[in-house]
């Protein structure tokens, strides 16, 4: 019985994981791909760099999580989506959009508009500006975004208790370990630990060159 009880909680603890990393990593991609080109588009054209857009894209951050979780509840249940991944993909792409806009802007801002005027010159279109030249340019800031936005759904905790019942990420389920079963608690800790930090290993060298962007200017 108790050897039971050992890989049903095993079983459980394999399933938070696959969850955590299910959602993260929705999360981040949707996330980086409309950060990414809401950044081009309020940062290269000019009646949108010139509006509010963006303070009030970033006013929606100042808002903690507790304070929409009810509406957001709401949403998902007469959607269906409720007690699903794509639920707490979309709820953690809401939360991670606003800080992930200014981070991909402020790196499109360090690309100089001349070499955009060049290559416009040279017959290049406002597309292949984006895919051919500043995209290849940041790859950097688009690196140090998705790490972040990573992090910050693998770790969130309270729209996770609230938008699922019966998928359990993993800060989630660490919480439900009683003190007979802190062994397994401290392993499932342990190893939330491991994707972001072989993440940040792989991307260290995009993370590096992100931070120090813009720091030299001609």
């Avoid at 406002?126 to 690196?143: S, T, Y």
Wanted: aromatic residues 12%; charged residues 10%; glycine residues 4%.
């Amino acid at each position: 019985m108790v050897l039971g009880s050992d890989w049903n909680t095993a079983f459980e603890g394999r399933s938070s994981i696959i969850s955590s990393t299910v959602i993260a990593a929705g999360s981040t991609v949707l996330t980086t791909t409309i950060a990414l080109m809401a950044a081009f588009a309020l940062s290269r054209i000019l009646y949108l760099r010139d509006t509010p857009y963006l303070n009030i894209i970033l006013f929606q951050r100042m808002l903690p999580p507790i304070a929409i979780i009810i509406p957001l509840v709401f949403i998902f249940r007469n959607t269906g989506l409720h007690d699903t991944h794509l639920c707490l993909i979309f709820a953690h792409t809401l939360i991670n959009l606003p800080f992930a806009l200014l981070l991909m802007k402020s790196f499109m801002d360090d690309i100089p508009t001349t070499i955009d005027d060049a290559a416009m010159i040279d017959g290049a279109t406002r597309r292949q500006c984006f895919w051919k030249i500043h995209l290849p340019m940041m790859r950097g800031g688009v690196a140090a975004t998705a790490i972040l936005c990573f992090v910050f759904s693998w770790t969130e905790f309270i729209l996770a208790v609230f938008l699922t019942n019966t998928i359990q990420t993993v800060p989630v389920k660490i919480t439900t370990y009683s003190s007979w079963t802190y062994g397994y608690a401290y392993a499932l800790g342990t190893s939330a630990l491991l994707p972001a930090f072989i993440l940040i290993l792989l991307c260290q060298r995009q993370l590096t060159r992100a931070l120090t962007m813009g720091a030299i200017r001609d």
